[in-house]
Every structure is written in C-alpha cells, then in structure tokens.
C-alpha cells in the first residue's frame, strides 16, 4: 500500500469533478444486499437509499448524509463471486472504453447510461481484474473523503506488474512510478505528480480461487477493534491488523466474501 494522504491532505467534502483516472466511486454486486447493507452499516456507519437501478436493485451508501459507496444485486441466477470494484473518472465512458478494448481489456457490462447520474462500463484489463469506468453527470462519486468509514485507497493484486502497468497508463494516463527496492514489484500510478492508486506483483502468493483483483481500503478509527467488531457481525479476518509504513492494516472479507482492508492512519 502506498499512502495517498500525504499527497492531498483535505479531508472532508469532495464534490468536485475527478479528473480523468482518478479513482471516484467503489461498487459491490452481492446475493443478498439487505444482509451485506447490515453488515456494513454496523461496521461503518452507513445508512443506505436507493441509487439507479440500470443494473438491477441498487443502493448507495451514506456516511452522514453523504454518498461513499455502492451496493447492488447480482442476478440471482448467476453464481459470480463478489468483489469491491473501483471505478476511475472518465470524460467519455465510450472513449474510454474503445481504449480498454485496443490495449488488450474486455468490456463486460455497457458502456449505459445510469440515469441523470451519469454514463458508466465496467471491464477488466489484460489480466483479468475487473474495474469501471465512470462518467459523472449529477453524481460526482465519492462525496467525502478522510474520515472512517470511507475509501481511501485501492490497490490491483497481480502476478506482475510489467504489462498491466502499460495497460493502465495508456487507457487512463496514469504515471507509473515503480518501487525501486530489489525484489519488490510493486507500481504506484501517478496523475500530475500525486499518488492514486497501485498495482501489486504477488506472483504464486494471490490466490488461486480470486485471481488478479483490485482491493479497497477502507479507513477506520481503529484497526484492532474493526476486525472484532467484523468478526462477531459474520466477516473473515484474512491477515490480521498489522503495522505498515502507512498504519495499521488488516485484510479481511465480509459474510459474502468481498475481500478489503482496513486501514488505520498512523499514530
């Protein structure tokens, strides 16, 4: 994990518009919403209101008020695992997603419109780890950074970095700036100089039953009491909380399985 707070250290709203590549919105399709809607509103704080329904039943999440992320249904017909997904700002979603296709990507859903929310696609780069892709017209994404409860990072989990760096650059501008320690192949992407997100080379160490995937971080007051308070509400502890460069962290999944992390500033 690389800390993007230092870069930008407002905290608080965050109803401008993204520039393209950044991260805006993180999205979860599970089986049973009502369920994954308790799980998180007692782990967070969230309270929930229904969103566009383009893709089915949808609800966004609200941290006091204010929007942080989305929780839909997959079709209950359609056995798909259930995984966090983030979405990167777009000028022109079919644009972009014309790009994903050229670099060697796959376009699986749209691009659609979302109603007067916006224009979205989600696909998946050359790997497979799925992503979306947003054009924002009355909704923004993510209204509030910088406090517990919301997304603070995310990270690609990959065999290696080499060709999906290159895809990413090309398809949303981002910088790649690679990590210099020997034998660690670890890429932040950069957009004008400040850090937005990473890609992760774990080799043989990423798991067999998820493949390459994208993991958000979630920020919390305090990492050891959220693990508990996640394992009595019915979520996995995958690595315990441990203390990074960047804080305290841990890597868990919720009742369904969507695997995240939990991240504690440092003290």
């Keep these: 994990m690389t800390d993007a707070r230092g870069s930008d250290s407002r905290v608080g709203e965050t109803n401008a518009r993204r520039a393209p590549g950044t991260p805006c919105w993180v999205s979860l399709m599970v089986h049973g919403p009502a369920a994954t809607h308790d799980f998180y509103g007692a782990l967070f704080g969230w309270e929930f209101r229904p969103g566009p329904q383009q893709l089915g039943p949808y609800a966004r999440a609200l941290l006091d008020g204010r929007e942080v992320a989305g929780i839909g249904q997959l079709p209950p017909d359609r056995q798909l695992p259930t995984a966090w997904t983030p ?5 022109d979603v079919n644009r972009t997603a014309e ?3 050229l670099c060697g990507g796959t376009i699986g859903v749209g691009p659609l419109d979302a109603g007067e929310a916006g224009r ?4 998946s780069d050359p790997s497979g780890a799925v992503f979306g892709i947003w054009q924002a017209a009355a909704h923004l994404g993510t209204a509030v950074a910088g406090v517990p ?3 603070v990072w995310n990270e690609l989990l990959t065999y290696e970095t080499r060709g999906v760096a290159k895809f990413y650059e090309t398809v949303f501008g981002f910088e790649p700036a690679p990590d210099a320690a020997p034998g660690r192949d670890h890429v932040t992407l950069l957009l004008d100089g400040r850090p937005v997100a990473a890609l992760h080379g774990v080799g043989d160490a990423l798991p067999r039953d998820r493949g390459p995937h994208w993991m958000t971080y979630f920020e919390v007051a305090d990492a050891d009491a959220s693990v508990e308070l996640l394992a009595g509400l019915g979520g996995h502890v995958l690595t315990p909380a441990r203390d990074t460069d960047h ?12 695997r995240f992390s939990l991240s504690q500033r440092p003290r």
């Design 87 to 91: 979405y990167f700002a777009s000028d």
């Design 99 to 101: 790009s994903v296709r």
């Design 120 to 123: 979205l696609a989600i696909g």
């Design 149 to 151: 409860g919301t997304p």
């Design 247 to 258: 804080g305290r962290v841990a890597t868990v999944a919720d009742p369904e399985g969507a």
